[in-house]
Antibody, heavy 121, light 108 residues
């Protein structure tokens, strides 16, 4: 059974930093791309960042580029999101998602339960 | 960037109804379109991928269609557990996959 478990959320002041983690199990982690998607309170889903299988490439939304860093440790089956220079508008539930790309198409087929990040003074 | 626009933003329906939600892309995305269901306080759940393929375990009353820029999600014979918010997602510009703003389906 695929499981994704996020951790590391919490309250932080503007300008601060947090590191989110997503522990994966139930699949061969290293062979799948992974993403972070966030959802501000009462708002829709926003793609934040993605990393290719084995960390081959990284991608960022313009809203977080230069402030957030995505990484993965395939030996620990864990995805990370280092968030620096946090802003009030970064307040959201952050989800990690497993990406599948095959002959059937490209989709995020499994999601974690999310971790809440609150940026406030 | 590819913009995704869903309509309506919300709708009310009754158990047993058939409902259709529309998603439009700002440029052609072929059939790289996914649909997700999200219930309050829960993570999104994949329903449909590549416009019309049903994810395993998803009831057959859910179906998707479309290609190019216009797509639809149809739910036949609404069940109480179907009241949720639905999002489309384009995967054409993978991995930078943008979402629609969501459609909230409420009980009439």
């Amino acid at each position: 059974e695929v499981q994704l478990l996020e951790s590391g959320g919490g309250w932080v002041q503007p300008g601060g930093s947090l590191r989110l983690a997503c522990a994966a199990s139930g699949f061969t982690f290293s062979t799948y791309a992974m993403s972070w998607v966030r959802q501000a309170p009462g708002r829709g889903l926003e793609w934040v960042s993605a990393i290719g299988d084995r960390g081959t490439s990284t991608y960022y939304a313009d809203s977080v580029k230069g402030r957030f860093t995505i990484s993965r440790d395939d030996s620990k089956n864990t995805l990370y999101l280092q968030m620096n220079s946090l802003r009030v508008e970064d307040t959201a539930v952050y989800y990690c998602a497993k990406g599948t790309s095959d002959s059937g198409g490209i989709r995020d087929d499994y999601w974690g339960q999310g971790t809440l990040v609150t940026v406030s003074s | 960037d590819i913009q995704m626009t869903q309509s309506p933003s919300s709708l009310s329906a009754s158990v047993g109804d058939r409902v259709t939600i529309t998603c439009r892309a700002s440029q052609s995305i072929s059939n790289y379109l996914n649909w997700y269901q999200q219930k309050p306080g829960k993570a999104p759940k994949l329903l449909i991928y590549t416009a019309s393929s049903l994810q395993g375990g998803v009831p057959s009353r859910f179906s998707g269609s479309g290609s190019g820029t216009d797509f639809t999600l149809t739910i036949n014979s609404l069940q109480p557990e179907d009241f949720a918010t639905y999002y489309c997602q384009q995967s054409y510009s993978n991995p930078m996959c943008s979402f629609g703003q969501g459609t909230k389906l409420e009980i009439k």
